[in-house]
Nanobody, 128 residues
Framework: QVQLVESGGGSVQAGGSLRLSCTAS????????MGWFRQAPGKEREFVAA????????YYLDSLKDRFTITRDNAKNMVYMEMNSLTAEDTAVYYC?????????????????????WGQGTQVTVSS
C-alpha cells in the first residue's frame, strides 16, 4: 500500500509556472506507474500525464505535452509535474495517483479507474 501527498499548488498569473510534487510512502514506490490527473469545477477528472516505473517513458494529454513535464525520483519516492505557460484553463485540483498496472500503455494509464491509490489533491488557480 502507498500513501500519496501532493504539494506545490497555489495561485499564479497566466503565463507563470508551478511545480507540483507528490510524496509517496512505502518502500515499493518504483513498482508503481505514477500519474497526474486534474479536476476543474463542474468537470470530470481528466488525465494529465503518466510516467513509467523507472521514468523512461511518459504519456501526456496531447494538449499539454508542450507545457507540462512529469518526472520521478525513485530514490526519494517523489513524482513531479512541471507546469509552464499556465492559463486560466489549467485551474483545477491536481491529483497524484499510483497504479499497479503491469502495462504502461496509453489506453491503460490515461484511465483513472486503473489507479489504485490517490492523493488528496492540490489546488492550482491561474488568474488571467
Amino acid at each position: 500500500q502507498v500513501q500519496l501527498v501532493e504539494s506545490g499548488g497555489g495561485s499564479v498569473q497566466a503565463g507563470g509556472s508551478l511545480r507540483l510534487s507528490c510524496t509517496a510512502s512505502g518502500r515499493t514506490f518504483s513498482r508503481y506507474v505514477m500519474g497526474w490527473f486534474r479536476q476543474a469545477p463542474g468537470k470530470e477528472r481528466e488525465f494529465v500525464a503518466a510516467i513509467s516505473w523507472n521514468g523512461d517513458s511518459t504519456y501526456y494529454l496531447d494538449s499539454l505535452k508542450d507545457r507540462f513535464t512529469i518526472t520521478r525520483d525513485n530514490a526519494k519516492n517523489m513524482v513531479y509535474m512541471e507546469m509552464n505557460s499556465l492559463t486560466a484553463e489549467d485551474t483545477a485540483v491536481y491529483y497524484c495517483a499510483a497504479s499497479t498496472t503491469p502495462a504502461f500503455i496509453r489506453i491503460v494509464v490515461n484511465n483513472a479507474n486503473k489507479y489504485d491509490y490517490w492523493g488528496q489533491g492540490t489546488q492550482v488557480t491561474v488568474s488571467s
